[in-house]
């Protein structure tokens, strides 16, 4: 039965509440039991409904927050993978998005504080799966063993899976990644697919879905020189918005963004519905959320390599430069590990060599979103634009390199696909 729910919110919430009170009811009804004790995790509105249903509390109209937020359809996409800390942060706002979008002075988002970078697991666990960065290319390496599935998660996520809409673009962003664009959020263009679609879907049924190709990174400042150079000079990337920031504030947004502050990137077409539009990007809050994206990098990331704690992590090897060739990111379940020659004891230097190099790219590099406004390409410019500046940087020999590559890699799906045809024709005689 929840497998049939598992891609409409409102149907499995009504679901989840119908369920609740009525095992609520069972309790009170064959219990000595007097009182119920709710933990809502920040999710107060199902709390509510399920009192109210058991005739416990009087009607009211809470949801997330104070206030009215029975109609927030709207928010900001930079928060999709941190929405614990997005609740917290505006759990003193009036109606949304009147409250931010109206007067963008009348509301502002609380301050941070170490309740946002609260961890769910202990700093070795986090050095198991991080390692012990001595470099920004080792710091590349752990993102791209994210996006491999390789290692659980990031620092940025509150989620450890990826999603599956993420699949359709997983091979671009690992590229990203791997030339220094370090992405933390992202989508796929998405031009009417049905509103049930297993991967991209939601709403409910009978509804069409619509989204705008994005990604949020961050990168060096030379990175962003190369992408802005690129943006700014030439044509062939007009579709795209973009707004970069540092952590000292120095900005750059396209005049797109400078004109039209909000930019819807998702919505959807329900009969009988007004259009719904869940996330957009905001360039103000897109200001605010900058200070906690920088911050995870010193708090939740920089924090784990306590200095002083000199302990030796079972299948954790010592990442000097020449291991790190051999193996971009120490894992204790890695089939690279059988390459490790040594186990050592993490020491002092090696723990300020991290902290050391996270505290660079938090304090130089960019914090960087774009959007490709035209959702009807199949194609799409957004990515294409990251393959350029990889292009622009590589010398003939790895031009040539990767020309091959890509000839063996396409011969192979040649005759796999070739293969594949047979087998079908095969049991098509059969059938026969």
């Keep these: 039965e929840l497998e049939k729910l598992k891609d409409n919110d409102e149907m499995l919430r009504s679901y989840g509440v119908e369920m609740s009170s009525r095992e609520c009811k069972k309790i009170l009804k064959v219990s000595k039991v007097k009182a119920l004790h709710f933990v809502t995790l920040n999710l107060i509105s199902s709390v509510v409904n399920i009192t109210q249903k058991l005739k416990i509390a009087k009607k009211v109209n809470l949801l997330h927050w104070k206030g009215s937020r029975q109609e927030d359809e709207v928010r900001p996409i930079f928060w999709a993978h941190r929405q614990s800390s997005y609740v917290t942060r505006t759990a003193d706002w009036d109606e949304f998005p009147n409250g931010r979008w109206g007067d963008s002075q009348s509301a502002a988002y609380g301050d941070l504080s170490d309740n946002y970078f609260l961890r769910k697991r202990n700093n070795r666990e986090l050095i198991?799966?991080?390692?012990?960065?001595?470099s920004e290319?080792?710091?590349?390496?752990?993102?791209?063993?994210?996006?491999?599935?390789?290692?659980?998660?990031?620092?940025?996520?509150?989620?450890?899976?990826?999603?599956?809409e993420t699949s359709f673009i997983s091979e671009d962003l690992i590229w990203m990644n791997r030339d220094g664009f370090l992405t933390i959020n992202s989508q796929p263009t998405v031009n009417g697919a049905p509103s049930d679609d297993p991967y991209v879907g939601w709403g409910g049924e009978n509804g069409y879905v619509f989204q705008k190709s994005y990604v949020e990174f961050f990168c060096s400042p030379e990175n962003w020189e190369?992408?802005?150079?690129?943006?700014?000079?030439?044509?062939?990337?007009?579709?795209?918005?973009?707004h970069a920031i540092s952590f000292d504030?120095?900005?750059y947004k396209d005049s797109r963004s400078e004109?039209?502050?909000?930019?819807?990137?998702?919505?959807?077409?329900?009969?009988?519905?007004?259009?719904?539009?869940?996330?957009?990007?905001?360039?103000?809050?897109?200001?605010?959320?900058?200070?906690?994206?920088?911050?995870?990098?010193?708090?939740a990331w920089a924090s784990i390599y306590q200095e002083g704690e000199n302990e030796t992590l079972e299948g954790?090897?010592?990442?000097?430069?020449?291991?790190l060739r051999s193996s971009?990111?120490?894992?204790?379940?890695?089939?690279?590990?059988?390459?490790?020659?040594?186990?050592s004891t993490i020491n002092n230097e090696e723990f300020s060599k991290a902290r050391e190099t996270i505290q660079k790219i938090h304090d130089t590099w960019y914090l960087v979103n774009i959007v490709d406004n035209d959702y009807t390409s199949e194609g799409g410019h957004l990515f294409r634009l990251f393959k350029r500046v990889a292009f622009d940087n590589m010398s003939r020999e790895k031009l040539r390199d990767l020309v091959q590559n890509m000839y063996e890699e396409n011969s192979?799906?040649?005759?796999?696909?070739?293969?594949a045809k047979a087998e079908i024709e095969k049991l098509k005689l059969k059938k026969l």
């Design 137 to 164: 290319q080792d710091i590349r390496d752990v993102f791209v063993k994210y996006m491999q599935g390789e290692i659980k998660s990031l620092p940025w996520c509150d989620e450890s899976a990826l999603s599956g």
């Design 412 to 419: 192979t799906l040649r005759l796999q696909l070739l293969k």
């Design 128 to 134: 198991r799966e991080w390692g012990v960065p001595q």
């Design 249 to 251: 504030g120095d900005q």
């Design 328 to 343: 971009p990111t120490v894992l204790p379940t890695s089939p690279l590990q059988s390459r490790m020659q040594s186990f």
């Design 226 to 242: 190369k992408l802005k150079n690129i943006l700014t000079k030439t044509n062939e990337f007009k579709s795209l918005s973009y």
């Design 259 to 299: 004109l039209q502050r909000v930019n819807a990137v998702t919505w959807g077409v329900f009969p009988g519905r007004e259009i719904i539009q869940p996330t957009v990007v905001d360039t103000e809050s897109f200001v605010t959320w900058k200070e906690e994206a920088f911050d995870i990098w010193l708090t």
């Design 316 to 323: 954790y090897s010592s990442l000097s430069e020449d291991n």
